[in-house]
């Protein structure tokens, strides 16, 4: 299934044909998907920065510890690609008010074209760049370049280098994140073209009110039954007026903590259904997919989980608490820009990455005990490393923490990790 969408990207990018020449890359370099696979293992790659029609990657290098380059993916016909998916129902809600947003990202991710590129030599010296801007992909970033490889690279194999063919190889795994930034830069637009579609269901004026009658009609027709017409109208509208102020009588009273606590509820219950997450029989949750409960001004996590397949982001909220996060997530984990200061509660097996970037930790102390990516926690107010994970197949960054001024390192191999400890 994963194969499948990372195709369905590549082949988006390549318009027609650019997915059938990276594969020739093995020609050129026979060791190639080693090496995109050694990236992964010295520190893979995270989404530096977002902007309107712009994702910026920090990769690393794959042979040099401190060296990462820069990756651009621009998307160039989103606001189309937005109107075409918003028409389709199914992926509105179920009372046919709105699009959801995790379906809308899904669509949109996989059906964009993109332009792509890296700030590596290897990109612009072996011909990358000069195949992405042939004519017939149009697929390059910035400035096209015209000059062919005729030395490194003189039949052309291939298409883009290793550290572009990572972020090829992750795109399918960013579904709650471009949720997100549809949210951030295109909502408007996308409650523009949901109105569109509104209206269009509509029926027109004249289905919608009945006709009057004609002058002749109208001369026929006797006072009192139009009186009496106008007296059954008039002796309604007090009772829709009272009613409406017995409906309306509470609006103002203050709400309790509980009440808070209940709306808060039964918003992420409403939430975790829409992305097909199932209760268990002891009241916890479990999910197939993604759980993206992000934004929504959260300070503790109101349900419990158990197990998570996807990803787990909670991210940008206030949480001071991990309790009732998933025992385990089979993908990424993120935290980051809550309020945290301990990480007890925290999943004990992570798959992907672990992120708790920009919290008040001190230390890692509960933190997972297995991670198969990358530990991100850049920005806290580390003092030590006690509780980091004793298995963790990436690395651990730490700028922005008093530990890593005092160990002089912004980054640390999993394997190598137990020496600070």
């Known amino acids: 299934m994963l194969n499948s969408l990372m195709d369905k990207i590549i082949d988006e ?3 027609s044909g650019l997915a059938r020449k ?3 890359i093995t020609r050129l370099f026979p060791q190639f998907p080693d090496r995109v696979k050694k990236i992964a293992g010295m520190g893979g790659l995270r989404l530096h920065k977002v902007k309107p029609d712009l994702w910026h990657f920090k990769v690393h290098s794959g042979t040099k510890d ?3 380059y820069d990756d651009y993916v621009k998307f160039k016909n989103i606001d189309e690609i937005l109107r075409k998916h918003t028409r389709n129902k199914k992926i509105w809600n179920k009372t046919g008010t709105h699009v959801l947003l995790p379906k809308l990202a899904k669509e949109v991710l996989f059906d964009t074209d993109m332009q ?4 590596c030599p290897a990109q612009l010296y072996y011909g990358g760049d000069y195949i992405l801007s042939l004519n017939k992909y149009d697929a390059k970033y910035g400035k096209p370049e015209t000059r062919p490889p ?3 690279n003189p039949r052309q194999y291939g298409a883009y280098c290793k550290h572009l063919q990572n972020v090829i190889n992750v795109l399918p795994w960013y579904e709650s994140t471009m949720a997100k930034y549809l949210k951030q830069f295109y909502l408007d637009d996308i409650r523009k073209y949901e109105q569109e579609v509104l209206d269009k269901e509509r029926p027109s004026k004249s289905e919608r ?3 009057m009658p004609s002058k002749s009609k109208k001369k026929t027709m006797k006072k009192g039954t139009i009186l ?3 007296k059954k109208r008039t002796t309604t509208k007090p009772k829709e007026s009272k009613a409406n ?3 309306f009588s509470d609006v103002f009273k203050p709400i309790s903590k509980e009440e808070i606590k209940k709306r808060d509820r039964e918003r992420l219950e409403d939430v975790l259904k829409e992305q097909g997450c199932t209760l268990n029989p002891d009241g916890t949750y479990s999910c197939r997919g993604n759980v993206d409960i992000s934004d929504m001004g959260l300070t503790k996590i109101p349900v419990r989980f158990k197990e998570v397949k996807g990803g787990f982001y909670c991210s940008n909220n206030q949480l001071k608490t991990l309790e009732g996060a998933p025992e385990s997530v089979g993908r990424d984990f993120s935290c980051r820009n809550n309020q945290l200061n301990t990480l007890e509660g925290a999943p004990e097996k992570v798959g992907g990455d672990f992120d708790c970037f920009n919290n008040n930790l001190e230390t890692l102390e509960g933190a997972p005990e297995t991670v198969g990516g990358n530990f991100w926690c850049e920005h806290n107010n580390l003092i030590s490393l006690k509780g980091a994970p004793e298995k963790l197949k990436g690395v651990i960054t730490m700028a922005g923490n008093p530990i890593s001024k005092k160990l002089g390192k912004t980054m640390i191999k999993g394997s190598e990790l137990h020496k600070y400890i």
């Open 22 to 24: 990276q594969k020739t």
């Open 13 to 15: 990018v390549s318009y």
């Open 116 to 119: 792509l590129s890296c700030s």
């Open 209 to 211: 009110k009945p006709s």
């Open 228 to 230: 009496r017409k106008l």
């Open 66 to 68: 401190d060296v990462w």
């Open 150 to 152: 005729k030395i490194k």
């Open 245 to 247: 102020e017995d409906r």
